[in-house]
């Protein structure tokens, strides 16, 4: 259990997660060591591709040039086979649709070199509702395998209809009784034993938490619902990727699914966000919109995003490391995702979610890093070197600012070049020390050099003494919660490093007071970590609230815009949009938390990293940890209550649940 104001020391990553991160085995088929790229017939045609589309696409492939950035699987989907088997069991073609038949299809596709990739579903049809139902490959599946590799595929996409036996086989199942794991494994052995590597996407639209089992049986898994033709489907996607991004790696993917850019869904600015996620998470990059036929050519401007070099190195990278959420504002309506990328550079996307342009400043330290020695703006085709602390840009409206930043300082710490030295020599002026929180409990701490014969040093008008024949001075530092303190030192000292205040975690059970049907409950063993415990329905209808009096050494004062603390809000949502994906799912709750009544809306994304159906918490006892200020503490007891203030009426009154409070001084 825990005690009172139990000392916590502040994480890394300013967004992260608590518990399982067992990975399980690897499906080692030596393909996909990079993301998988191509086309795929299935956003543009649905369920209905014939030969004339594939040939006009696949040699647009190549003619617009894009076989040479990498996408090199042109696969059909749905909507390619004769309903039924033929007399010996195998699946077979639609003459009409493809009067050459797939054999010739394969040979085409491989003449252009490029990759073939075929489609086939799990259950007892492939997913295409209407008449006539078209079967599928379960119990099939060392016969379609071997069909697969005697016409040449290089790729088989598997899909989830019509395989829930329970239920009769209905078209789809969100919630089977049991796993569609076992689908996967045989389809996975059977293609495993081909002579002819096929790589092997596993599409279960995440259900049953594909993450955890997936990269044992695929190369890919799809982790969530279909993208849809409306905007809301990216950040309904990305909050969905957000607890799982850590399990993508060489070899094997999280597929956010297929890319809607060309399709005229979205403006430019909408595309730039939509490639540049899916390609700095590692998604296979599978163009989906129709490059070319005989009705339509994808415009220029789509095809110079998908042409992209820059975003397709980042999600090509040797490294392999797919970029995580880092931070998120809600009611500012922006976050940042980044991840590393070799040659010790990193990789860094602002989303600015609004839906008007706005210039937003990126604070280098919510990456972790001070200082970049080099930097590219993709989008804004901007170079710089040397910047420090943070970096503005004009971002359109649903617009990305994406960086590629190289030879970094790591967070904290300032070097004698980046400041500004007095015409007299004897003061640097450091104008942008970052500030996490507002707080007086910073510690700085200067080196001097070596020769120095200064014994008092001046910080920003107090003076200090250096302890005899040091060269090194520690001082308390008062800093805001702001990229723009101003630290003024006599004489100039060669480095600057400055270590944030601790942190105390106030766990829920600290949050005695509750009103309605807000409850705490405990978790099962190792859940809800740290605490072990959660408060569970706050906000719905009746806006319960869980409420806690917390003493803090220092802040502001308590007035709005100038009591900033910086906070950790530990919680569990699960709420994933399947059924709902299609209409109002967004893959988010709210929580609000009020400190002396100035309230802050969160908007958390999903947090489960284990089965919404099998496991024992469902996803609903995994912890994430959201990082955010918070305005109106002041200096020592602050009423600080949780709930979903404002939100009785929305598409889901209930809040998050919360787990504990992370606060830093
Ligand atoms: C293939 O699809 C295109 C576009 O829908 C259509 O114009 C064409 O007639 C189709 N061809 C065949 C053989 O079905
Ligand atoms: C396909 O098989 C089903 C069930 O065996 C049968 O009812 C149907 O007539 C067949 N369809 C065709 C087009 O042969
Ligand atoms: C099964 O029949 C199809 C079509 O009649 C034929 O193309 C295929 O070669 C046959 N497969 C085997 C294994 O006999
Ligand atoms: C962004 O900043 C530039 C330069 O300061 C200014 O001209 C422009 O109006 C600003 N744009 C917005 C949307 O605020
Ligand atoms: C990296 O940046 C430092 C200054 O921060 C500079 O001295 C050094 O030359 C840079 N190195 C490279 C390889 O650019
Ligand atoms: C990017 O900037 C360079 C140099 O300023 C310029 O030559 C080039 O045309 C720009 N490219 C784009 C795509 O705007
Ligand atoms: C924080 O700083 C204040 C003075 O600025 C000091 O009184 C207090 O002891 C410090 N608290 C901690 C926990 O370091
Ligand atoms: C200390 O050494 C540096 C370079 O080594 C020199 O520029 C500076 O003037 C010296 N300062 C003193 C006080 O001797
Ligand atoms: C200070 O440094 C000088 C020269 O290195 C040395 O002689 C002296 O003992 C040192 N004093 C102390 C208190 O360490
Ligand atoms: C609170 O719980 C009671 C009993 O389960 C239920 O009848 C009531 O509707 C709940 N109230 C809200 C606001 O959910
Ligand atoms: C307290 O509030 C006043 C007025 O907003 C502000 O000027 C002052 O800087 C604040 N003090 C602290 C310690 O934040
Ligand atoms: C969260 O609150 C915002 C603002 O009130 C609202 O638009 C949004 O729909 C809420 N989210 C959910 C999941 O209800």
């Not at 543009?44 to 594939?54: G, T």
């Not at 890919?220 to 950040?235: A, E, F, K, L, Q």
């Not at 707080?439 to 040093?457: C, G, I, K």
Request: charged letters at 15%.
């Amino acid at each position: 259990m825990y005690a009172e104001n139990v000392k916590w020391g502040l994480l890394l990553d300013l967004f992260s997660f608590l518990g399982s991160n067992a990975l399980s085995p690897r499906l080692d088929n030596g393909l996909a060591l990079t993301p998988p790229m191509g086309w795929n017939s299935y956003n543009h045609y649905s369920c209905s591709p014939n030969e004339s589309i594939i040939h006009s696409n696949a040699q647009a492939l190549v003619d617009f040039g894009l076989d040479t950035l990498g996408y090199h699987y042109v696969t059909i989907d749905c909507g390619w086979t004769l309903p039924n088997r033929t007399a010996n069991g195998t699946l077979t073609w639609s003459p009409e649709r493809f009067p050459n038949g797939y054999p010739a299809m394969g040979e085409f596709i491989h003449s252009l070199g490029l990759g073939f990739g075929v489609y086939s579903d799990g259950g007892v049809q492939m997913c295409m509702t209407g008449d006539p139902v078209q079967t599928g490959s379960l119990g099939y599946e060392q016969i379609d395998a071997a069909t697969f590799t005697s016409w040449g595929a290089d790729l088989l996409k598997y899909d989830n209809c019509f395989s829930d036996a329970a239920l009769d086989y209905p078209d789809v199942s969100y919630t089977p009784s049991t796993s569609p794991q076992p689908h996967y494994i045989s389809m996975s052995a059977a293609v495993t034993a081909q002579p002819r590597p096929m790589i092997f996407q596993i599409c279960d639209w995440g259900v049953d938490f594909p993450s955890l089992w997936a990269p044992d049986l695929g190369n890919t898994w799809r982790i969530t619902n279909d993208i849809t033709g409306v905007w809301s489907t990216i950040p309904r996607i990305l909050n969905q990727a957000v607890p799982q991004t850590s399990f993508a790696g060489p070899g094997h993917w999280l597929d956010l699914d297929m890319l809607q850019v060309g399709n005229d869904i979205f403006t430019v600015e909408e595309e730039k966000t939509h490639f540049t996620t899916w390609a700095i998470l590692k998604s296979p990059l599978t163009i989906g919109g129709a490059l070319k036929d005989s009705y339509t050519i994808m415009s220029e401007a789509s095809l110079a995003i998908l042409s992209n070099e820059d975003v397709i190195s980042y999600n090509q990278d040797s490294l392999g490391v797919a970029a995580s959420l880092k931070r998120k504002w809600t009611e500012e309506g922006y976050e940042v995702w980044a991840g590393p990328l070799s040659g010790e550079r990193m990789v860094i996307a602002l989303i600015n979610w609004m839906d008007v342009e706005r210039n937003l400043t990126l604070d280098f330290p919510v990456v972790g890093i001070q200082k970049a020695g080099t930097l590219k703006d993709v989008w804004g085709n901007v170079t710089q070197e040397d910047v420090v602390t943070s970096y503005e840009s004009t971002i359109g409206a649903h617009g990305v600012m994406l960086l590629e930043v190289g030879n970094l300082t790591a967070e904290g710490i300032y070097d004698v070049s980046d400041a500004t030295i007095s015409e007299d020599g004897t003061t640097a002026t450091f104008s942008q020390i970052y500030g996490l929180t507002t707080s007086s409990n910073y510690t700085a701490q200067f080196s001097f050099p070596t020769n120095t014969t200064d014994t008092t040093v001046v910080v920003n008008s107090i003076s200090y003494k250096l302890a005899c024949n040091s060269t090194m001075l520690t001082i308390p530092l008062s800093l805001s919660a702001s990229s723009q303190n101003i630290l003024s030192v006599n004489p100039p000292p060669k480095t600057l490093q400055i270590t944030a205040p601790g942190s105390n975690l106030y766990p829920s059970t600290l949050f005695t007071t509750l009103t309605g049907n807000a409850t705490e409950t405990s978790c099962l063993t190792d859940l809800c970590q740290p605490v072990g415990s959660k408060i569970s329905f706050l906000g719905g209808p009746t806006s319960n609230t869980a409420s806690a009096i917390i003493t803090v050494p220092s802040a502001g004062n308590g007035t709005a815009g100038t009591g900033h603390k910086y906070v950790e809000v530990y919680f569990c949502n699960n709420d994933i949009a399947l059924a709902t994906s299609w209409t109002t799912g967004t893959n988010t709750r709210n929580l609000t938390i009020g400190v002396n009544g100035v309230v802050t809306r969160i908007e958390v994304p999903l947090a489960g990293r284990s089965s919404e159906l099998f496991s024992p918490g469902k996803g609903w006892m995994d912890t994430g940890i959201f990082g955010v200020l918070l305005d109106g503490w002041k200096e020592g007891e602050n009423e600080v209550v949780v709930g979903n203030v404002g939100g009785e009426m929305d598409v889901q009154s209930w809040a998050a649940d919360f787990v504990g409070l992370g606060v830093v001084w």
